[in-house]
């Protein structure tokens, strides 16, 4: 068995790790809760900002938490022309197109970036990836606490934008009937593209917050597309409280059953809990029944 | 199904079958075997993605169950060739059954289902990377050893006839099932599942009717590539490659169609080569070209080619009109 330290180390670390998939959970719950579809191309997404977080670094020699200031509104361009002029038009709405749709464009983007920077995988060296804070008798992981800290802050950002401004009375008005916030005088396809770009510059955050401790390579995104989906159904489908709270569980289960069973043995474990609330209760824990 | 309804696939079928035989080089050949397993795979995704509209994103399970259990067989229980891989479609047909069971019976579809599928694929691919009977990460290799009763042959023209040969199978029984009621009842489920339920049809049964076979055609793809490359691993085998390809050549070539998912693998295969040909040795690109390729069939042509070759003029007897559905799950 292990010391009790280690544990309680290995469980704050997940709860940290948590917090970033929180961030790219957040992301699809919130296009999820608006539009009701299932965007597949997420994971790409997180791709392309990780891709440009490093592109910032290593270019234009910028600190990773600082590109923020252009990977973002970056990506929340990308979101907006993604479901404007790609996924809106060619799926006309339909559920099954728009998921073949989402599959497709991940499919381009990923393998795109395969042609552009091949399969090697890069990172950031930067001086305080192996810093730590000490909190009493525990070591944590600079980035990690940089991640737990921003993603709350996003999260509070996030709910301020839905509650509190126009935008985000718009974008619960046309969750909450389409039609109706048509008849008002919401233009639905902006709202819709908003929504996305909204999601999409959660990944910027999430991307920044990554790199200084994970690598990137054409790939990456599909591995924590997963992840992200597994969130948003144990939090429930659009519920933003749940996936902030499937989130951090997550981190915690995954930091947990790697140490336990070890790396590889760990994802089957998200998998495995993805599949089983699935098939017991698909509506998450915070999610209302249909 | 009347002995003139099998007239259109057995023409393609010995069509195909004299292919080898007219002078291709040996790459020629081995893209005609690799279009013939990918046209298989996608012939089981349509029975239940295209005729039921139930997409799956995890059809690398049925794959891959075929494919190992045909090189386990073989290698660690001694049997033949050919007994492995009937018992590799029984065992994907069976892995089938079982997802469907779980997933139809907690009433999952649209997203729900595709998504499930491709968890199940990735549980499977993450623990055969790990597990000692698949050999884990090193993979697991055949014996080459040529005969008829290895299904193993010298002359690589007869393993692509048997290619074809499958293929020609699986041609038939999607041809019975537009025939059968079963077809009908699939279809009438796909089109709106509570009116089926209404009008009698055992919702539940159909599905599984479906996924069951839907399965065991694609796993007799797997049992295929593993008896033509003699080599697997988790990635070959679980891995979404497949589930992607089989998905992407029936959608492209028409949902729901008997010949679409033959003609979808020909063409993007085919249009693949060719990327490959004019762009040099960029890993990647044709899988970008498939990507749009399929965005552009969902959005302009959700019939697919087959779909499209019918709205020119070209008259298919049997063919079913048909688009994406989509149930909100």
């Given at each position: 068995m292990y010391s009790p330290l280690i544990v309680a180390e290995a469980l704050l670390n997940g709860l940290m790790l948590g917090a970033v998939y929180a961030l790219v959970a957040l992301g699809l719950t919130l296009v999820y809760g608006v539009l009701h579809i299932v965007n597949f191309a997420h994971g790409a997404f997180l791709t392309v900002a990780m891709f440009g977080v490093w592109l910032a670094w290593s270019q234009l020699?910028?600190?990773?938490?600082?590109?923020?200031?252009?990977?973002?509104?970056?990506?929340?361009?990308?979101?907006?022309?993604?479901?404007?002029?790609?996924?809106?038009?060619?799926?006309?709405?339909?559920?099954?197109?728009?998921?073949?749709?989402?599959?497709?464009?991940?499919?381009?983007?990923?393998?795109?970036?395969?042609?552009?920077?091949?399969?090697?995988?890069?990172?950031?060296?930067?001086?305080?990836?192996?810093?730590?804070?000490?909190?009493?008798?525990?070591?944590?992981?600079?980035?990690?606490?940089?991640?737990?800290?921003?993603?709350?802050?996003?999260?509070?950002?996030?709910?301020?934008?839905?509650?509190?401004?126009?935008?985000?009375?718009?974008?619960?008005?046309?969750?909450?009937?389409?039609?109706?916030?048509?008849?008002?005088?919401?233009?639905?396809?902006?709202?819709?593209?908003?929504?996305?770009?909204?999601?999409?510059?959660?990944?910027?955050?999430?991307?920044?917050?990554?790199?200084?401790?994970?690598?990137?390579?054409?790939?990456?995104?599909?591995?924590?597309?997963?992840?992200?989906?597994?969130?948003?159904?144990?939090?429930?489908?659009?519920?933003?409280?749940?996936?902030?709270?499937?989130?951090?569980?997550?981190?915690?289960?995954?930091?947990?059953?790697?140490?336990?069973?070890?790396?590889?043995?760990?994802?089957?474990?998200?998998?495995?809990?993805?599949?089983?609330?699935?098939?017991?209760?698909?509506?998450?824990?915070?999610?209302?029944?249909? | 199904m009347t002995p003139r309804d099998l007239a259109a696939p057995a023409a393609v079928t010995l069509a195909l079958c004299v292919t080898p035989f007219v002078g291709l080089d040996g790459a020629m050949l081995n893209l005609l075997i690799f279009m013939m397993i990918i046209a298989l795979a996608a012939q089981g995704w349509n029975i239940l993605g295209g005729f039921g509209g139930l997409a799956s994103f995890g059809h690398a399970a049925f794959f891959g169950t075929g494919a190992y259990a045909t090189a386990i067989l073989q290698t660690k229980a001694g049997l033949g060739a050919w007994p492995s891989l009937l018992l590799g479609v029984a065992l994907g047909a069976a892995v089938g059954a079982f997802i469907g069971f779980l997933s139809f019976r907690s009433g999952l579809r649209g997203s729900y289902f595709a998504l499930i599928t491709l968890a199940f694929a990735e549980v499977l691919r993450i623990a055969s990377n790990s597990a000692e009977i698949t050999g884990g990460a090193a993979g697991i290799l055949v014996r080459l050893d040529y005969g008829f009763w290895n299904m193993q042959f010298e002359d690589r023209r007869w393993f692509a006839v048997l290619a074809v040969i499958c293929v020609g199978l699986s041609l038939a029984l999607v041809r019975w099932m537009e025939r059968a009621r079963f077809g009908a009842r699939l279809i009438a489920v796909r089109e709106n599942e509570e009116a089926a339920r209404a009008l009698g049809v055992d919702v539940f049964r159909v599905k599984m009717g479906a996924i069951t076979l839907s399965a065991g055609v694609t796993a007799l793809a797997g049992c295929l590539y593993a008896q033509n490359f003699l080599f697997l691993d988790a990635q070959v085998a679980y891995g979404s490659w497949i589930s992607i390809e089989a998905l992407f050549a029936a959608i492209v070539g028409g949902l729901g169609t008997l010949f679409g998912p033959l003609i979808g693998a020909v063409v993007l295969l085919g249009v693949g080569e060719i990327t490959k040909a004019v762009v040099g040795g960029v890993p990647g690109v044709d899988l970008v070209v498939f990507g749009v390729l399929l965005i552009l069939t969902v959005a302009f042509a959700p019939g697919g080619l087959a779909g499209l070759a019918e709205r020119l003029g070209f008259k298919r007897p049997g063919a079913k009109r048909i688009g994406l559905k989509g149930g909100r799950a």
């Open positions: 020699g910028m600190d990773p938490y600082l590109s923020m200031i252009l990977i973002v509104p970056a990506m929340a361009a990308l979101g907006y022309a993604a479901q404007r002029w790609i996924i809106g038009p060619a799926s006309r709405g339909a559920d099954n197109s728009i998921l073949l749709v989402t599959l497709g464009l991940s499919i381009i983007i990923q393998n795109g970036l395969l042609a552009l920077f091949s399969s090697d995988t890069r990172t950031i060296d930067t001086d305080y990836a192996f810093q730590v804070v000490e909190l009493g008798p525990l070591l944590l992981s600079f980035p990690r606490v940089v991640g737990l800290g921003a993603a709350l802050v996003t999260a509070v950002v996030l709910w301020v934008i839905l509650n509190r401004t126009d935008v985000g009375r718009a974008i619960r008005a046309v969750a909450r009937e389409k039609l109706g916030a048509s008849l008002v005088g919401i233009d639905v396809g902006h709202i819709y593209a908003v929504t996305f770009a909204i999601g999409s510059a959660c990944l910027g955050v999430a991307a920044a917050l990554l790199m200084p401790v994970f690598y990137v390579e054409p790939n990456t995104g599909a591995a924590f597309v997963l992840v992200a989906f597994t969130i948003v159904v144990l939090g429930g489908m659009g519920s933003v409280v749940g996936a902030l709270v499937g989130g951090l569980l997550i981190g915690v289960v995954e930091s947990a059953s790697s140490l336990w069973f070890g790396d590889s043995l760990g994802q089957i474990g998200i998998f495995l809990i993805f599949i089983a609330v699935l098939l017991i209760r698909p509506t998450g824990l915070f999610g209302a029944r249909q | -």
